[in-house]
């Protein structure tokens, strides 16, 4: 407890003495941590966005008219073994138009032109549990030979499998490149904040190379060395992480209630858990920066 003590009133001294490059790191760390916590919110936001887009990801697969009942219960059991689909459902011709007529209430001009007739196809609805394995069931689908059989365009199966192939690939693509666009956002950010860290420690360590140098004569251990300078630099990690963090509460309860009124579909309402998980992450986050910043300038500057 006394060394304990000791580092944190020397650790105190540092950053008085130090004081403008000390602001200087907790600056730092808190625009770091701060832009890092709006890249974890946003990716939260992102993600829920995502995947109820990817949710509404479906096989459509249209059959003839003269499927017979037989092939088409042969089909659906195939369909609904295969990895990555959850439900299998099966849409006559009949409720095609249904859902047809009643997707059209704003524009019933365009059902009149039927005339009567029904152009639409039977279809099996495929829902999946894993929409990312969507080409991959789809290229299963087309190889069957049932398919092949009872599919409503036998000179070109794959015609007769509709599930937005272009939109979901670049939905696909579109979200991974966000995801690695933000890790290596979040990446660079940490690397500036320990850079900041390693300098103002470096700093610290030359004003008081003599000191440590008497401290090395008298047999001070290396740890009782180390002691202050991780206790400063995790000082400055702690002040930049809590003001980070309450940045980000400032505005998840002021500023998100506006945009959630204005964006009515936009889900901003992570929960109380996720809000949690963000902050004690920017935290440990803000903690393991400053330790690990300390350390390395120690080790590279500090020769004990």
Request: proline letters at 3%; one cysteine or more.
């Amino acid at each position: 407890m006394s060394s304990l003590l000791y580092f944190l009133k020397e650790s105190l001294t540092g950053f008085s003495r130090n004081l403008s490059t000390a602001l200087g790191s907790i600056v730092t760390i808190f625009l770091s941590l701060l832009i890092i916590g709006i890249f974890l919110i946003g990716g939260f936001i992102v993600e829920n966005v995502v995947s109820s887009v990817e949710d509404k990801v479906s096989i459509s697969v249209w059959l003839s008219d003269d499927a017979s009942d037989s092939d088409i219960t042969t089909l659906e059991s195939y369909i609904q073994g295969l990895e990555g689909v959850e439900s299998v459902g099966f849409t006559t011709k009949e409720q095609a138009l249904e859902n047809f007529r009643n997707s059209m209430t704003s524009n019933p001009e365009i059902v009149d032109q039927l005339d009567g007739q029904n152009p639409l196809p039977a279809s099996i609805e495929v829902e999946l549990s894993d929409p990312q394995m969507v080409e991959t069931i789809a290229g299963q689908i087309q190889s069957n030979a049932t398919f092949t059989k009872i599919c409503d365009n036998p000179g070109d199966p794959a015609d007769s499998l509709k599930y937005g192939q272009k939109s979901v690939e670049r939905l696909f693509d579109l979200t991974n490149y966000i995801r690695y666009i933000g890790i290596a956002l979040i990446a660079l950010l940490i690397f500036i904040a320990m850079v900041f860290i390693n300098n103002t420690i470096r700093l610290a360590i030359l004003a008081r190379r003599k000191e440590i140098a008497i401290m090395r004569l008298v047999g001070a251990s290396n740890g009782f060395i180390r002691g202050p300078f991780l206790m400063e630099g995790a000082l400055h990690a702690i002040i930049g992480s809590l003001l980070a963090v309450g940045s980000l509460e400032l505005l998840r309860s002021i500023v998100f209630p506006q945009i959630s009124t204005a964006l009515v579909w936009l889900p901003l309402d992570l929960g109380s858990s996720t809000t949690f998980m963000i902050y004690a992450l920017l935290i440990a986050a803000g903690l393991i920066i400053g330790l690990l910043g300390s350390a390395l300038a120690m080790r590279r500057y500090l020769k004990v």
